[in-house]
């Protein structure tokens, strides 16, 4: 009986080592796992011949399980490359009896794409309570400003609806800056008609804004 002699390591597997009858995907599959183990080994030797043959082999998958969580091309292609990166670093912790070479090629590409949706949408996240912080600091003020020109409008409106002597009376001593003494002085009147006319103008200013 003629005996196999096995495929020295890091040779390449040959698929007529299986035995007859085994359906060809079928040994497809096993050959071209036990040679990506093989390439992971080597790049677990700084091996960069077998990382560009990895690369060749295996990276249109990868993309495509990246390119499927992430559903941005633009995003896919780069974390693919940090795959990559991950594979060249971390090949030598690779250990084929936990797994396929496969298996632990897109598990990798898998989280990775994972940590950068979650990125992606931790700086979303960061933006929009930026903005928030922003525009409502932005609102604020805008907010402010209109009461306050609302405000003026309203005691404008409200100042016309007094005598003329108790509005030049209360403008005299609230926007001159004057003393009731001095706003006597400058009409020509006494105090006490002067503290009269600003009281019952403030008193129907009130009314008139609404204040009680």
Known sequence: MTTRQP???????????????????????????????LLLHRCGESDQDAFAELYDRTSARVFGLVLRVLHDPGYAEETTQEVYLQIWRTAASFDADKGSAVTWLMTLAHRRAVDRVRAEQAHTQREVAYG???????????????ERRLEQQAVLEGLATLTETQREAISLAYYGGRTYAEVAHYLGVGLPTVKSRIRDGLTRLKRSLGVT
């Open 7 to 37: 495929a020295a390591e890091g040779d390449s597997f040959r698929r007529d080592a299986f035995p007859p009858g085994v359906d060809s995907a079928v040994t497809a599959r096993a050959a071209e796992s036990i040679e990506l183990a």
């Open 132 to 146: 928030i912080r922003v525009l409502g600091n932005e609102f604020d003020e805008v907010t402010e400003e209109v």
